[in-house]
Structure formats: structure tokens, C-alpha cells
């Protein structure tokens, strides 16, 4: 692995007695997009400023190119940061919001302009340059929050929830933009959102936090397809989580007993052993619905209703002896195909590679 | 009903200002009249007491006076009520409340008890029936305007504009200078006019520490003491029209009736 642009050691933040986040280290890669993901309270807004240095970590410090940042003051950081309120400043023109951070370094006048210029015309913003921001759209405003934080050429952006005070169809094209703007200048990115939509579809690796903990780092891909725990895959929505002992371990796959009967898991990284107790997940994409069994593993289930996600359509089935409803998730016109009714007896089949054990679990008995 | 509710509260306000203005408008009107007495039917116009007014060297001088202490009494209540009001927005410490009720107080006591008080301080390190005297008194009294103006303004910022500054490489001296004065400037601006015409209407404390500098509003009763004259009239209409300009212009300058600037986020106020 190469080594860190940025790393964040054994790091904590109290509040009081409230723990923001507890002990946490990962690195982030120099040029790569990560998304820094969880719902609000999960500490990662508190991680974002502990990076930008608004807030000084309890515990642990965090490194910028191996130099320690530990009690360095906001202003001596080169981490500058996008705000989801944007914060430009209301008195000033787009173009002096965008020399501000120029200013502030010392650089003379007609230097400041050329570059601020620059990069407003970039951002197909040049034609605004002396208009005031409260002018300008909220669009706009983005891009002026952007180019102000980037004109200073750092090597690390951060980015907190800039996107989401913007409509569904103005966030789409903002985020294509930050990702090719991502691409075309080598920067890290550090995003904080609560969407999975935009983590998933800029980030090259995203982090997922849970009150205060790092629950699992790794590719939008692999946290979609291999959720490292529970939390994760509830989180992300798109599986079923069963539950039921170890009967059998195989090279390949392990037979798990649970009360709709036995099944086969593929066993991907965990250590299992007879006896032990076993949580795994069913991919909702990879169950087929018919009125006979298509795969290996097959239940019968009552279909109960369904939701609409554009062409697709997730599919709630309740199965006897589980206590959540089974996840379907079928082409839309697939379903329509299906002709269900509320209430309608269907077989849910799926092979061995739809469900898996949570990467990193150790099913043994004592555990 | 509702009609009715409505006519009466039109009225009820009306009669309100009627209340309120007569006095000022019955002395506009006879400023200008041309008879000694305050009397109807009027008599004729005249600018007589106007002429009289600006070329008595006592009044003149009371003019003077009032605006030598009324311009360093605003610079310097809306430079310390500046820092007030930005210390109460910007730090936590021990006795916070304390603090803004003291600063908060002057305007609660009675004028009264406050000039005697002043004067008794003021003699006792010398310097009551100094100009200066006056200057220290006025400070007092139009502080606590001075600072919740500014306070108001400092309430409408967003706490990502400071926090933005300081990323953008702005130690926390120059995010004063360059983002928080820029961002309260029309409420300073405000807060100076405003203070000025504070100063400029005090009488009770001025009179007491004032000594033989008098202000304007002194000037006007020792002048009542020794007649009943026209002349009155024209130095009351002077300077009501002076103290309501300043605080119309404070008031277009503080942004009353218009849509508040937080800073400019994402979305439209």
C-alpha cells in the first residue's frame, strides 16, 4: 500500500461527556475520492473538523504528509474545506470571495485577480466575477464555495455535505462535476454526506461511521456487495439478514440451519465452526421469485407489498419463522411479469453465491 | 367584527401619533409664527426666530458644544459597544450574564439618580463641569444602545463565516478586521449615528455634570428660566429635526425593513 497523504492516528473527540468519535485510524490515499458516510450524530462532521483543525482531537493526531498537525490553528492549515452553508462571504464580489484565502497568504493584488479569474472561468463562472454572491443561484454559489477553497491549489479538499441544500436534478450535475474536477486535478477529496447516492457514485473508497466508529472502509462496490457487519448492511438497505447456526463447513461454502431450514452460505472470508452461531445476508438483487424453486436455497413466502425505485422495484415477502420481511429487489418489468397480488404464495430461490457471512466475522462456538 | 377591530386599531394607532407629535408640530408651527405668543389665530410668517436663534453666540456655542461631545460620544460607544457586543457573541466565560446586565443597565436607571451619581464620581477626580464630564456620561448612557445594535447584526452572522476565514489562512485578527467589521459595518454605521443623537438629546445628565458648558438641551432650560420667547421654538424644531434625521439614517442603515444578509448559503433567504 502506498503511503498516506493523510493519516489519521488513534484519534478520539470528546465533547464533555459525549464521545464524538472514539479511537479511530485510517489513512487517506493521495488523488483518491473518500466519502466519509453515516447518519447525523454518527461524528462525521467531527472528523471533517478535526482535519480542518476547528476542532482539536481528544486523543491521537492527525498527520499531513507525515507532519504532525497536532495544535496547529486552522489558519497555518493547508486543508481548506467547503461548507454545507458554503459561508461566502456576503459583503464581498464573487471574485474577492475567491482571492480571499490569496489575500490572506499575501499575494499582491493583480496576482490574486489573474488567478481568482482563472479559476471562476473554469467553473464557467467568469461572467459573474463582480457580481455580489447573494446575486447568484444556488448553483452558483457552489461553484464560487469551490473555486475559493481550490484557488489556493491544495492537495486536500474537504468537503462537508456541499450538496445537500441543492435540488435532485442541480446535486446530479454538481456531482459529476466534483468528480471530474477530482480527476482532472490529482486533489483528495474528503466528503462527508449522509447519501449513499452521492458517496456511491463519486467515491473511490467510502468510510462508514456509526456513533463515533469507523464500521467498515472499503470500495462503494465492496460495501454495497460484502458489508462488514450488520450495521453496514442495514445501513446500505439492500440486503436481508438471517440468522441461524453453523451445520456444516465446507471449503467454499457452509451449510447454515435457520428456522425456514437449512441453506447454503458462501463462506468468502470468515473462519467458521460447527455449532457456531451465524448471521449472514442475502443479496435482494440476486433472488429470483417463481412459483417453483430456480436456485438451491428456496423459501415459500407470502408476498406482502411493494415499493417503486425507478426501474426497479424492491419486493417485501414475508417468510414464516423470520422476523424481518425478505428483501426482493426485480427488474421492474419482471415484476410486472409476475402479476402478484398482496397476499399471493410465492417461492423465493437464490444460489449459494447471493448470501455470504459478514467479511471480518468469526463464527465459532464460544464467540 | 374583524372590520370594526381593524378601523380601531387604525385609529387607536393614529391618535397615538397625534399624541405623540402635537406638542413638536404645535412648536413647528409657531416657530415660524410671526406673533410673540403662542396663540391662535396665527399672525403671519416670519424666520425671525430662526435669525435670532443663529446669531446668539450663547446658542451658537451650545450648538458647538453638543457636537464636539456628540461626535467623539458616537465614535467611542460604537467602538466599545463593538467590542462588547463581540466579546458576548464570540466567548464563553465565567460571569457572561453578569457582564451583559451591567452593560445592558445604564438605560434603566433613572436619569436622575445617574447624573447625581456622575457628578459625585465625576467631581471627585476633578473633571465634573469639564466638557469632558459630559463626554463620560454620554458614553455611558449610549453604550448599551451601541452594543445591541451591533449585538442584533452580530446575531444575523452565520458561525461558518468566522470559522471560514480562519481556513482561508486569516489569523483571528485579521478575520475581525476583514470578515466580521465588514460583515456589521452598516449596524456601525447605524450605531454611530444613533449614539450621536443619544448624546445630543440628553439633558437631565448633562445638566447635572455640564457646568458652565452647556449643551444644547441645558442651554434651552436655562434659556426657559429667564423668558417665554419665540426663539424657543425654533431651537426645539432645530433640534428634533436633527435627532430624527440621525435615526432615520440609522434606522435605513441598520436594515430595518429589509431582508436580512446572514451570509450567503446554499439556498435563498
Known sequence: ?????????????????????????????????????????????????????????????????????????????????????????????????????????????AERERRSLAWLQKLELGEFASSNVMQLSGGQRQRVALARALVTEPKVLLLDEPLSALDAHLSVRMQALLRSLQRELGITFVYVTHSQTEAFSMADRVVIMSRGKVEQIASPQSVYRHPANRFVAEFIGNVTILRGSVAEVGDQSIRVNTATGSMTVSRGGCAASHGAPADFYINADQIAIGSAPQHENHVTARFLSHKFIGNMVTLFLEVPGIEDDLKVILPERTYDCLGLQPGDSVVASWPSAAAHCFSGAKLSAGA | ?????????????????????????????????????????????????????????????????????????????????????????????????????????????????????????????????????????????????????????????????????????????????????????????????????????????????SGLNETVPVRVLVFLQGQVSPVINAIGTVVFSSSILLVAMGMAFSGVGKAKQSGAGGSPA
Not at chain 2, 120 to 127: A, C, G, M, T, V
Not at chain 2, 175 to 188: A, D, E, G, M, R
Request: hydrophobic share 50%.
Open chain 2, 1 to 209: 367584527m374583524l372590520r370594526f377591530a381593524r378601523w380601531f386599531g387604525w385609529a387607536y394607532t393614529a391618535y397615538t401619533f397625534v399624541f405623540i407629535l402635537a406638542p413638536i408640530v404645535a412648536s413647528l408651527v409657531f416657530s415660524f409664527n410671526a406673533d410673540r405668543f403662542p396663540a391662535l389665530p396665527l399672525t403671519g410668517f416670519t424666520a425671525d426666530w430662526y435669525r435670532a436663534t443663529f446669531t446668539d453666540p450663547l446658542i451658537i456655542e451650545a450648538f458647538q458644544r453638543s457636537l464636539m461631545v456628540a461626535i467623539p460620544v458616537a465614535s467611542l460607544s460604537t467602538v466599545l459597544g463593538f467590542c462588547a457586543a463581540y466579546c458576548d457573541y464570540r466567548f464563553v466565560f465565567r460571569g457572561k450574564s453578569l457582564f451583559s446586565l451591567l452593560m445592558l443597565l445604564p438605560p434603566t436607571i433613572p436619569a436622575v439618580i445617574m447624573g447625581l451619581g456622575m457628578l459625585s464620581y465625576l467631581s471627585r477626580i476633578n473633571i465634573a463641569g469639564e466638557i469632558g464630564a459630559v463626554l463620560i456620561s454620554h458614553v455611558v448612557i449610549a453604550l448599551p444602545f451601541a452594543m445591541a445594535m451591533i449585538r442584533l447584526r452580530l446575531a444575523q452572522m452565520d458561525d461558518a463565516l468566522e470559522e471560514a476565514s480562519w481556513n482561508l489562512h486569516a489569523s483571528p485578527a485579521q478575520t475581525l478586521w476583514h470578515v466580521v467589521i465588514p460583515f456589521c459595518k452598516q449596524s456601525l454605521i447605524a450605531s454611530f449615528l444613533i449614539t450621536a443623537a443619544v448624546s445630543f438629546d440628553e439633558f437631565a445628565v448633562a445638566w447635572f455634570v
Open chain 1, 1 to 109: 500500500m502506498t503511503e498516506a497523504l493523510v493519516e489519521i492516528d488513534g484519534v478520539s473527540k470528546r465533547f464533555g461527556d459525549y464521545t464524538a468519535v472514539t479511537e479511530t485510524s485510517f489513512g487517506i490515499r493521495e488523488g483518491e475520492f473518500l466519502a466519509i458516510m453515516g447518519s447525523s450524530g454518527c461524528g462525521k462532521t467531527t472528523m471533517l473538523r478535526m482535519l480542518a483543525g476547528l476542532e482539536e482531537p481528544s486523543t491521537g493526531e492527525i498527520r499531513l504528509e507525515g507532519r504532525s498537525q497536532k495544535g496547529l490553528p486552522p489558519w497555518r492549515r493547508e486543508l481548506p474545506l467547503v461548507w454545507q452553508s458554503l459561508a461566502l462571504f456576503p459583503f464581498l464580489s464573487v471574485l474577492d470571495n475567491v482571492g480571499f484565502g490569496l489575500k490572506m497568504r499575501g499575494v499582491n493584488k
